[in-house]
């Protein structure tokens, strides 16, 4: 159920970690070595964290993964990508994906975009 106080996104990531806690309950050292790996592999190396987030919200678009969708144009945001830097990765995404990956990418990541600089404090 969403907070009074949330927006949308933040109910979604929310719901997410949530639901990552219980799954750790259950399974806590898949959990984490999923955390270890996933760290590791969006590390700054010979590309940018702003280059990885950007790769893994195209690669959520064209999964049609709504959850990673919105995770990942957070990092993009936390990373300091443009408006346009994101959108052109949707464009990517998109070229590969077709009609349902534009789709997620003109309502959803840019509903999120909107949420998540509109309300940075």
């Known amino acids: 159920?969403?907070?009074?106080?949330?927006t949308?996104?933040?109910?979604?990531?929310?719901?997410?970690?949530?639901?990552?806690?219980?799954?750790?309950?259950?399974?806590?050292?898949?959990?984490?070595?999923f955390s270890q790996f996933s760290q590791e592999?969006?590390?700054a190396g010979e590309l940018s964290q702003k280059d990885k987030q950007?790769?893994?919200?195209?690669?959520?678009?064209?999964?049609?993964?709504?959850?990673?969708?919105?995770?990942?144009?957070?990092?993009?945001?936390?990373?300091?990508a443009s408006e346009k830097e994101i959108l052109e990765a949707c464009g990517v995404a998109a070229a590969f994906g077709g009609g349902a990956a534009l789709s997620q990418a003109v309502t959803l990541v840019q509903d999120a975009y909107s949420d998540l600089t509109n309300n940075i404090n």
Not at 1 to 6: G, L, R
Not at 8 to 22: A, I, N, P, R, S
Not at 55 to 80: F, N, P, R, W
């Open 1 to 6: 159920m969403q907070d009074q106080n949330m």
């Open 41 to 43: 592999c969006f590390k």
């Open 8 to 33: 949308w996104t933040q109910t979604y990531l929310h719901d997410y970690k949530e639901g990552m806690g219980v799954f750790a309950e259950h399974m806590p050292e898949v959990a984490r070595q």
């Open 54 to 80: 950007l790769m893994a919200l195209g690669i959520s678009i064209v999964a049609q993964d709504e959850y990673c969708m919105i995770y990942h144009t957070k990092g993009c945001v936390d990373q300091g």
